[in-house]
């Protein structure tokens, strides 16, 4: 008898293969059948109508720290996700000398807007080596898998001291320490080495993440180690600025380890075509043997903002200032008072930091969010668009707009991937054979960004509700978020329903399956702030043969492990 049964629903098994009515039968943590008629289950469940999926496999998350303190890893864990990999973008917090703690935090918060008083309060320092941090989470039960890599900030901080952390130039010493601690953290089942290179991602104090200007010498000296040990990925994310030299050490790096390189591609509005170009690198970078995985998103890469959150346009207003301690029902009815709204929208603003200014001033992609929320909305629809219709101007449209729904509306800024204001670049790079889904930063920029649901947004948008341009197929997105992102990282034990592979499975109503407009909640340590977006339509996730969600609620199971380094498909 198998200990679970799904009985005659629509499987879509991570093959890319169409979809095939039949059961899915589970025993002791793995597929036992995928089709067919199963025998009888100790538990059945009438899957007819219904998704049987595998677990979405997230790769790009930053739960470092939430992953000490929180089992379930919200809101990932509700939208389907069975397996993340964190330690992105080079920051983490691991290798930590004693004295670095409030600095690795610091760096956090400023790189991945994780508030700092949360990651204070919440992790509980067990570790200092890399292998210890690992030792740290294996310890912890939880509903889903985690995977982690080391990150190339705490590294050059540990070994370097302040001269890495203010990207000083390594020597040769300096790199051969660093290599050590990577091929230390590897060994001990990291899942790659991370680094960033970009200037948009800085410490709490201003300072450019330690590694981003490294010199191609120390990039190569830390990837040869994973060559030497034959695992791991190397990621990064990366301004590419000159492109074709950053783009010649990862293919330098790929060929001479036999590892991917994966980075960051994203349409931006000064170079919109860049994205073509970086997915051309990769074409001709696999006719030279190496290999180069360009790392796309589902959705633009957005500034939510509200007036719960972090950021709107009114934010540096000094009247507006003395109204943001105020309870938010109370801030919403003095903002409704005519003289108030007066004062805030005639003040004259300047902005030192041009990031700022664009965000504050960007009416013409600046667009009501809604609920449901529409992440694909037409140029008419932006507050600029709305201002002109209504003959008045932009910031009145979005003052009024921040009120509604009781001061809990959102106005999306899509800042990257939608320079034509649609969704056809990321169609093509979403439909680009060397790409790979990521970039869902879940856990990070808790003020500003919640796309934590991309895997549920694959299904609700790309399958089934896109109305401005073709959709794509259901079974070829499960595959792409499933068994294409396990066998980056080298996890071939799951993301598909076959005989032997790790029992981790969706049971989707898709008809049902809806995402809710992002809401601001207060419930990480310390009280700290985060935007999270839940949902309704996973009637059961599974993890290892365990069910630990059921009608979009945690069962309590926590069946989740520490995945150390590449998983062996299994041998049936």
Same mark, same amino acid.
């Given at each position: ?41 100790? /538990? ?24 000490? %303190?929180?089992?379930?890893?919200? *809101? ?26 409030? %600095? ?36 912890? @039960?939880?509903?889903?898998?985690? !995977?982690?890599?080391? *990150?190339? !900030?705490?590294? $050059? ?94 293919? &330098? ?10 980075? +960051? ?6 170079? *919109?075509?860049? %994205? ?5 690198? +990769? ?18 890469? #957005? ?32 903002? $409704? ?14 902005? #030192? ?14 667009? @009501? ?12 629809? #932006?507050?600029? +668009?709305?201002?002109? $219709? ?33 969704? &056809? ?36 948008? %790309?399958? /089934? ?7 794509? *197929? ?99």
């Amino acid at each position: 008898m198998h200990d679970l049964v799904l009985r005659g629903g629509t499987i879509v098994d991570g093959s890319g293969s169409p979809p095939r009515e039949g059961d899915v039968a589970i025993d002791g943590g793995r597929i036992a059948a995928a089709g067919g008629t199963a025998g009888a289950g100790r /538990r059945e469940v009438d899957a007819r109508g219904l998704v049987v999926a595998p677990g979405w496999v997230d790769i790009h998350t930053h739960y470092d720290g939430q992953a000490t %303190w929180d089992p379930y890893l919200t *809101p990932s864990s509700w939208h389907g996700v069975t397996t993340v990999v964190m330690g992105n973008c080079g920051v983490g917090f691991a290798p930590a000398r004693p004295d670095r703690h409030d %600095w690795l935090i610091g760096l956090m918060e400023g790189v991945e807007d994780i508030p700092g008083t949360a990651l204070a309060e919440g992790i509980r320092w067990q570790w200092e080596r890399f292998p210890e941090y690992l030792d740290a989470l294996e310890t912890m @039960p939880r509903a889903l898998d985690v !995977g982690a890599q080391v *990150p190339h !900030g705490a590294v $050059r901080a540990y070994v370097m001291g302040e001269r890495g952390a203010r990207n000083q130039p390594a020597n040769a010493d300096d790199i051969a320490g660093m290599a050590a601690i990577v091929r230390e953290g590897v060994a001990a089942g990291a899942l790659g080495f991370t680094t960033s290179r970009t200037l948009l991602h800085r410490a709490i104090d201003g300072e450019p993440v330690p590694g981003t200007f490294a010199a191609a010498d120390e990039l190569v000296g830390i990837g040869r180690v994973l060559g030497e040990l034959g695992r791991g990925v190397i990621e990064l994310a990366a301004d590419l600025l000159p492109e074709e030299p950053e783009l010649a050490w990862m293919e &330098e790096v790929s060929a001479a380890t036999g590892r991917p390189v994966t980075f +960051a591609c994203l349409q931006n509005d000064a170079d *919109p075509e860049q %994205w073509r170009r970086l997915l051309a690198a +990769a074409d001709r970078a696999a006719e030279r043997g190496a290999t180069l995985v360009p790392q796309v998103a589902a959705r633009p890469t #957005s500034v939510l903002m509200g007036l719960e959150g972090k950021l709107h346009p009114f934010m540096a207003h000094t009247t507006y200032h003395a109204l943001e301690h105020l309870p938010l029902a109370e801030r919403v009815r003095r903002m $409704r008072d005519p003289e108030t709204r007066r004062r805030i929208l005639e003040e004259q603003v300047e902005f #030192s930091n041009p990031i700022l200014a664009y965000i504050a001033t960007a009416f013409h992609k600046l667009f @009501p969010l809604g609920d449901p929320p529409d992440y694909e909305p037409r140029p008419e629809a #932006s507050v600029a +668009a709305i201002a002109q $219709r209504r003959g008045v101007t932009p910031s009145e449209v979005a003052y009024d707009l921040l009120l509604e729904r009781d001061g809990r509306e959102m106005l999306y800024l899509p800042f990257l991937n939608y320079s034509g204001f649609d969704f &056809e670049a990321i169609r093509e790079m979403l439909l680009h054979p060397r790409t790979v889904i990521g970039l869902a930063d879940g856990g990070a920029h808790c003020g500003v960004i919640c796309d934590a649901g991309t895997p549920t947004y694959l299904l609700t948008h %790309w399958v /089934r509700g896109r109305t401005r341009g073709a959709r794509l *197929p259901l079974e070829y997105l499960v595959r792409r978020q499933t068994r294409d992102t396990a066998a980056l990282y080298g996890l071939h034990d799951r993301g598909l329903l076959a005989p032997g592979m790790k029992a981790d499975v969706n049971l989707i109503d898709t008809s049902a399956l809806a995402l809710a407009s992002p809401e601001t909640v207060f419930d990480l340590p310390a009280q700290g702030r985060r935007l999270v977006q839940r949902v309704r339509g996973y009637r059961m996730t599974v993890v290892s043969g365990t069910v630990v969600a059921e009608n979009d609620e945690p069962t309590g199971s926590l069946p989740g492990k520490l995945v150390r380094g590449p998983q062996a498909a299994p041998v049936v």
